[in-house]
């Protein structure tokens, strides 16, 4: 998931300011061959695909930060995120595209280079192909399986991931439900929040906020990037030298990238890309058949659904944009919405049963509540009662943890609320309105996955709050 950074050297090259802030800079890649050898490789198609891998390097990281961000634990120097990022033959678009880590592969014959070991074709789980053969493996791997020619390759870790962001003094991020997950320590509110490089790390890394675990983390990732690259884009650091090379170093501090690619390639590629921004870009994840799919030995894995993979990278391979078309403007601009936009939940509105309380002193809040509530599409009982504290400022969602999602979307109508867990409540879920209620709940719609076979796009403007 620090990969994600990686793509920001491209947007940051835009300003075209040249050698005299980027000399010295090549120098501080350091360099692999991940193209070593390699033969029989797909034919080349239009436009470039850079492969970006994320890896769990931390040992430059302090110790304070480690306990801050929880970071413990040996690096395993295995890969955790992998993408390929498609940069348009014109250089007007970019489509990043997720490969899940637990995909289901096959890792094709090879040699050992240290021991000439012979090792034949045999599955393995897509993020285990650099531990066992490094850049090389992985880029043979991704490329048998997509039948898509990779031209570069760049690897990042975890310090270059949170410098880049502290360099850019932060990225914004938004969120309709409390987020929270005691295995990276993230902890927050709905709302919008601006992210220091150890908190964005918490962000993309956390894999215990919702159900989706780690295709849901794609998503949050997919979001940072389109946020990363709003800012870098919109804060000024493009036109200021000083500022344009502090971040760059930042990058490629602790990059690993393949030969080919260096300073002439990255202010050539930033040229042309001056005008780039969140609504030049699109996000995707290879489409997925099943879920859950066993492998002896090593366990479930995600099985890519063939036709609509197929489909995918052949639209890459052609250069085609994954997105359609923006609708034409009407002759008369239509007025705009009133209120935020829908939030995005996991379970529908309708099959989430509640009992409202007024935890207030004024009459009438509980009622108001239900109604409001019934009016969005939950299934409130009409029958809202009085709570036994009549103190309550803040309105909370109280549910027994075995309905932790159909909290989260309850939560999400009510921005602000606390989610309260008691264990034994059962399946209908409690409102206590607090002083904080003004008499409306934010609409929600259920976030329908795309059908099997298919692949859901989002454009990255639709991804920035």
């Known amino acids: 998931m620090r990969a994600v950074t990686t793509l920001s050297v491209v947007v940051l090259a835009s300003a075209g300011i040249g050698h005299s802030v980027m000399a010295g800079l090549d120098a501080d890649i350091a360099r692999v061959d991940p193209f070593k050898d390699m033969k029989n490789r797909p034919a080349a198609g239009h436009g470039m695909n850079v492969l970006l891998v994320g890896t769990d390097g931390r040992d430059k990281i302090t110790e304070r930060e480690r306990r801050k961000f929880r970071l413990g634990g040996a690096p395993c120097h295995c890969t955790d995120t992998i993408m390929i990022v498609h940069i348009s033959a014109d250089r007007e678009r970019a489509t990043v595209v997720s490969l899940?880590?637990?995909?289901?592969?096959?890792?094709?014959?090879?040699?050992?280079?240290?021991?000439?070991?012979?090792?034949?074709?045999?599955?393995?789980?897509?993020?285990?192909?650099?531990?066992?053969?490094?850049?090389q493996l992985t880029v043979r791997t991704v490329e048998d399986m997509t039948h898509l020619k990779i031209d570069h390759y760049l690897e990042v870790d975890f310090i270059t991931f949170m410098r880049t962001v502290d360099v850019l003094g932060g990225v914004q991020v938004c969120t309709a439900v409390p987020m929270k997950d005691s295995y990276t320590g993230l902890n927050l509110s709905p709302g919008t929040h601006t992210l220091g490089g150890g908190q964005a790390l918490q962000y993309v890394r956390a894999r215990h906020v919702d159900a989706a675990s780690d295709l849901g983390r794609m998503k949050r990732q997919q979001r940072f990037l389109a946020a990363l690259i709003e800012r870098a884009t919109s804060s000024g650091v493009l036109l200021n030298p000083i500022r344009f090379r502090d971040v760059t170093r930042a990058v490629l501090g602790s990059v690993r990238a393949d030969t080919g690619f260096g300073t002439d390639e990255l202010l050539d590629l930033g040229r042309a890309m001056r005008n780039f921004s969140p609504s030049s870009s699109e996000f995707t994840t290879v489409p997925i058949g099943q879920l859950a799919y066993p492998v002896k030995g090593i366990g479930s894995t995600l099985k890519w659904d063939p036709a609509g993979a197929d489909r995918l990278f052949r639209s890459l391979r052609d250069d085609k944009p994954l997105a359609p078309p923006a609708p034409a403007r009407p002759p008369a601009a239509a007025p705009k919405p009133q209120g935020p936009p829908p939030a995005t939940v996991e379970v529908a509105p309708a099959t989430i049963r509640v009992q409202v309380e007024n935890g207030t002193?004024?009459?009438?809040?509980?009622?108001?509540?239900?109604?409001?509530l019934a009016a969005t599409g939950f299934a409130t009982n009409h029958r809202p009662v009085t709570a036994a504290h009549r103190d309550v400022k803040r309105t909370v969602v109280s549910f027994d943890p075995r309905w932790d999602r159909s909290a989260r979307s309850l939560a999400a109508a009510l921005p602000?609320?606390?989610?309260?867990?008691?264990?034994g409540l059962g399946p209908v879920l409690r409102v206590t309105v607090g002083t904080d209620f003004k008499g409306a709940v934010r609409k929600v719609r259920v976030d329908e996955p795309a059908p099997q076979g298919e692949t859901a796009v989002i454009k990255g403007d639709e991804k920035v709050c």
């Open 100 to 135: 899940p880590r637990d995909s289901y592969a096959e890792v094709p014959a090879r040699v050992d280079e240290t021991t000439h070991r012979p090792y034949p074709a045999h599955p393995i789980k897509l993020n285990a192909a650099y531990a066992e053969g490094g850049p």
């Open 361 to 372: 002193t004024t009459a009438g809040m509980a009622r108001r509540m239900d109604a409001a």
């Open 416 to 423: 602000g609320s606390e989610l309260r867990a008691v264990p």
